[in-house]
């Protein structure tokens, strides 16, 4: 069975996450952006977890769906699906190792709430799992595996967003040059990364370490709308065990759904308070200082990969590019994307044509044309070309990705080398 599968999100008990990352809103936007498999996110909650529990009924081994009764929320009948469920969470762990500060996030896979109910009473007897949905831990991330394999061999652990300069396993600020570094003995145990909003596979794939790797992607979702910014195409039986041995072995995964990796907050180098961001030769030749200010620049991800790469040539991968369908259909109308105008173009559309997903990567541009119009229909053309204008993000700041080729909203960026000569991007 094919399903898209999107395994990293948030609940409303993590910090900055809308309220409506529930059961009941998971269960809904899965439907609308074409999800079939969604993570539950912050199983390490307590109240979390038992809210969980209320919600949620067994379905295929391991899996999950929503009780009838916490069905609610508008989804038309041209996006009605089955969602199932997987007990998922997110785990910062905040340690030092080799004479060096490390904060790794992990994404945490448990095939059933006895399983995560002996974890989450482990990490208890570590630090504070109530205070956040993602809970910080004194925790070294080499044992944080061996913990979720002393609960059970089924559980799973994948380093998330595996780039990002602040929280990952081979981030540029507090991260490893490997997997080796940070995991050692237990690095076989790793059978999968995150490649993150700033990445996307070809970079990873200029790696020859990671080549016996799985890539994934998923959204990292604080908000429903967000649900599958990032997510991956599983050719899988559906159940837990089925899941677990595509993540293991890579069969059955088909390939994962793409941010342009342009729009991620750290894809190039920069220092956000000054407005400056900048290519990896040109950090190299100002010594990794701000041009304007003296401070240091934060290396984002295509530096990062550029500096831990043995290819100048990926292998080969498989992905697609997308730009949101509600940001496309905002830049369009040049309205605000949570304005009624967006919101009711957008459900008309999905009313019409069905998932986002469909709409995005397989719906004739003729259908979309008579369903949302021909402006959008010509966005979603040029986005599926590739053929879009591009401002980096840099240092926290989100890129921009334009389908209508003007980015008049962003805020100015320079590009600067040692000698302070620059261009607009």
Known sequence: MTTIADIHVHSGYSMATSADMRPHGLWRWAQLKGIGLIGTGDFTHPKYFEELRDCLEPAEGGLFRLRDGHRKGEVPDSCKASVRFVLSAEISCIYSKAGRTRKVHTIVLAPGFDEAARFNAMLAKIGNIASDGRPILGLDARRLLEMALEVSPMMECIPAHAWTPHFSVFGAVSGFDSLEECYGDLTPHIHAIETGLSSDPSMNRRLSALDRITLISNSDAHSPMKLGREAT?????????????????????????????????????????????????????????????????????????????????????????????????????????????????????????????????????????????????????????????????????????????????????????????????
């Open 233 to 425: 195409l599983l050719d899988m039986p559906m159940f837990y065990d089925g899941l677990i041995n595509c993540l293991r072995t890579g069969d059955g995964v088909k390939g994962t759904i793409e941010f342009f990796p342009e729009e991620g907050k750290y894809h190039v180098d920069g220092h956000r308070k000054c407005g400056v961001s900048m290519l990896p030769e040109q950090t190299r030749k100002a010594g990794y200082r701000c041009p304007k200010c003296g401070g240091k620049l934060t290396v984002g991800v295509m530096h990062r990969v550029d500096a831990l790469a043995d290819r100048a040539e990926p292998a080969p991968s498989n992905f697609v590019s997308i730009v949101p369908l509600q940001e496309i259909v905002s830049q369009v109308l040049g309205k605000g994307i949570n304005t009624k105008g967006v919101v009711s173009r957008y459900m008309d559309m999905l009313g019409a044509l069905g998932n986002e997903f469909h709409i995005l990567i397989d719906s004739p541009l003729a259908e979309i044309e008579a369903a949302g119009g021909e402006d959008i229909a010509a966005a979603i053309g040029r986005m599926r070309k590739g053929d879009v204008s591009m401002m980096p993000g840099f240092d926290g700041q989100f890129g921009v990705i334009s389908v209508t080729g003007e980015i008049a909203a962003a805020p100015v960026v320079h590009e600067m080398d040692a000698k302070g000569e620059g261009m607009l991007f």
